[in-house]
Structures are given as C-alpha cells and as structure tokens.
C-alpha cells in the first residue's frame, strides 16, 4: 500500500492517491469523527469531486468524509485492460476500504453508487453502521430513458448540455460553464473509452446486473435513510419507495421539485437530514 499526494491544492478533483491492486485510486479525505464514505454516481465526467463538492466541506464539520473515485471514473484508470462488473467495482471498493483501515463506518451512495452501498453493507454488515440511499438503483426496474440517455453518451458539448438538462429539476443550474467542464472532464485521454465499456446497449441490461435480489435488500437489517426527487428522470420513484418497502429500519424523504440532483437542488437540506440521521442513537 502507499498513499501519495501529488496534486492536492492544485487541481479539486485530484486529492490523496491510493495503491488499490496496481490501480491508483484517487480520493478525498477531509474532517474528523465518525467515517462517513460517499459513494458517487455513473454519469459522463463524474468524480467524486463532481458529486459532492458542494457538501464534503460541511458534512465533514461533524464527520471524516471520505470519497473516493471508483475504478474506472475520474483519476481512478485501470493500468491495463478491465471487464466491468458490480463484482469488479465491488473488489477494487472492499480493497480501498481495508486499505484505508476503516472499520464501523456509514455509506452514502448516489444512483449508482447506491448500489455499490448495498452491496457493501451486504458484504460487511460487521463494519457499516448506516445507509444513506439517493436515487439509488439496487431494484429490478426497467430502465428510464433518462438513464439509457446518461449511459448511452456520445461526446459533444451539446450532447452533455442535455444530459446535465436531465439531472436537474431546476435547469437554471445548468450552464455552458459547467457542461465545458464536465465535457472536459469526460474527455479526458481514456475516460471516456472506460465510460463505453461499463455500460454497453442494451441498457436494460447492463442496469439488470447492478440490481440485487429483494430477498437479500429485505434482510438488510441496517438503518437507512433513503432520499430522492420527485421529478427526477434518470432513475424513478418507484425504484427508491421499493426500497423502503424491503428495508424494515428505513425510511424515506422525496423532495419536491427536485431532479436526480438532490445534493445539489436540495444542499442544505441534504446536508441536514443527512447529519441528523447519522447522528442519531
């Protein structure tokens, strides 16, 4: 294991690095107290900086707030050919997480990442202590055309303008600064031809693999707070109340008028109802 830190000050999105298996793994670590991991999504140009920067300096007031970029997104590139599956962005996620040494922590994930946070929390229910989910994927669903959308991505500052248009319920969030940005970011040498390989058409099936079977979500005997916006088109409604309907400790918060941006639209809210529930005895 070796951790370096070449970039930090320099550039938000490289943070510490990681050896993770030969790959370098790229995270943030900021704040002291209870662990709290956050788990980002799958769309063109995500990192873990992209997803939660607005909200890692002031979760990381109450807790150590680590986020890393999972393999295959953001500065986190395999060094050699990789066939992307849950069970490989699992293996590389559970070697982060005992390289880093953590032990009794929370997982937030966003959409996919959710995902990844059930997984998790079903691989080490003796380590995660709470589940924050944000329209989180983990249920059979058929897929939105929101999402076939994100995955199906071809690069263009148009094209990235309409998926940024998809996320937010407010679209005035939206602009040409920020879909520059996350073009470049999505552009990047290698990134995006990583980004075609995790998601191949047809979508329906690449969403079946990241789904797991409802007995096992049912006997997930883990508080958790589950989180989505009414409006949003990437991933539905319904995939995050089913959710609450097979977690017996659950419970679920929608927030009007917001998309698939709810740390986002909704921050400060987000922030607080996360706060509160991991704080809870």
């Known amino acids: 294991m070796s951790i370096a830190d070449p970039t930090l000050g320099r550039d938000p999105e490289a943070g510490?690095?990681?050896?993770?298996?030969?790959?370098?793994?790229?995270?943030?670590?900021?704040?002291?107290?209870?662990?709290?991991?956050?788990?980002?999504?799958?769309?063109?140009?995500?990192?873990?900086?992209?997803?939660?920067?607005g909200v890692i300096d002031q979760l990381a007031r109450d807790f150590r707030v680590i986020a890393p970029d999972i393999l295959g997104f953001g500065r986190t590139q395999p060094t050699a050919p990789i066939l992307y599956t849950p069970e490989t962005w699992m293996a590389h996620l559970?070697?982060?997480?005992?390289?880093?040494?953590?032990?009794?922590?929370?997982?937030?994930?966003?959409?996919?990442?959710?995902?990844?946070?059930?997984?998790?929390?079903?691989?080490?229910?003796?380590?995660v202590e709470r589940l924050v989910l944000m329209g989180s994927v983990g249920v059979p669903s058929t897929i939105a055309p929101g999402l076939e959308a994100v995955w199906g991505f071809t690069p263009s500052l148009e094209n990235m303008r309409a998926l940024l248009d998809l996320f937010a319920f407010d679209r005035s969030r939206v602009t040409d600064d920020l879909a520059r940005l996350?073009?470049?970011?999505?552009?990047?040498?290698?990134?995006?031809?990583?980004?075609?390989?995790?998601?191949?058409?047809?979508?329906?099936?690449?969403?079946?693999?990241?789904?797991?079977?409802?007995?096992?979500?049912?006997g997930l005997e883990k508080p958790t707070l589950i989180l989505h916006g009414r409006e949003d088109r990437v991933i539905p409604l319904a995939d995050s109340v089913r959710l609450s309907e097979l977690i017996g400790p659950s419970e679920l918060h929608v927030f009007g008028r917001c998309g698939h941006w709810v740390q986002i639209e909704k921050r400060d809210a987000f922030v607080d109802l996360v706060t509160g529930f991991l704080r809870r005895s």
């Open 16 to 53: 510490l690095t990681i050896d993770i298996d030969g790959v370098p793994t790229n995270y943030h670590d900021r704040g002291d107290g209870p662990v709290l991991l956050l788990i980002h999504g799958s769309g063109p140009g995500v990192s873990a900086w992209a997803n939660w920067r």
């Open 94 to 127: 559970l070697g982060f997480v005992d390289a880093l040494g953590l032990d009794g922590f929370s997982v937030v994930g966003n959409s996919f990442g959710g995902g990844l946070a059930l997984r998790l929390a079903l691989a080490r229910p003796d380590q």
């Open 182 to 218: 996350r073009l470049a970011a999505a552009t990047r040498p290698g990134v995006q031809e990583q980004f075609a390989a995790m998601f191949p058409a047809p979508g329906q099936a690449a969403l079946d693999t990241l789904a797991l079977p409802e007995a096992a979500i049912f």
